[in-house]
């Protein structure tokens, strides 16, 4: 044991001791001033494990919600889109049986007129033979 402390260099560790001793004043003096801060209260692992899992739970929740807010608006404009292809549809119904009920007077109309053709060609060649 006393052969280690021969081989600290004594010389050289009094020559700074004085510099050691200001530098520990000038440590303690910048320390001093300032109010030490409050530890820290302990967290128990339990409590830390925890509010890891609720803060998890917490973000994935909101991408969840986020997911379904996009998912919400993806919907209401194939609805508001399907709305009008609907509407489109009703409205080219309605036209398609004008156009139709159209058809079926001039259907009768000409039906009508080929009986009195046909009543009348009927007539002109009974006429024409006898």
């Known amino acids: 044991m006393f052969s280690v402390l021969r ?3 004594w010389g050289e560790v009094i020559r700074n001791a ?9 440590l303690w003096g910048k320390v001093s001033g300032r109010p030490a801060a ?12 925890q509010l890891q899992a609720e803060a998890h739970a917490i973000a994935k929740l909101r ?5 379904i807010g996009t ?3 993806e919907l209401q ?4 889109a399907a709305t009008e292809l609907i509407n489109d549809l009703a ?15 001039r259907l009768a109309w000409l039906a009508g007129a080929a009986v009195l053709l046909g009543g009348a060609a ?3 060649l009974l006429l024409l033979r006898g």
């Open 7 to 9: 081989l600290v260099p």
């Open 91 to 105: 409205d080219q119904n309605a036209q398609l049986v004008q156009g139709v009920e159209t058809l079926r007077r």
């Open 18 to 26: 004085p510099k050691v001793a200001e530098g520990a004043k000038d």
């Open 122 to 124: 009927v007539a002109a």
């Open 71 to 73: 998912a919400v608006a």
């Open 38 to 49: 409050p530890p820290p209260p302990p967290v128990d692992d339990k409590v830390q494990g």
């Open 63 to 67: 991408s969840e919600l986020q997911a």
């Open 77 to 80: 404009a194939q609805m508001l």
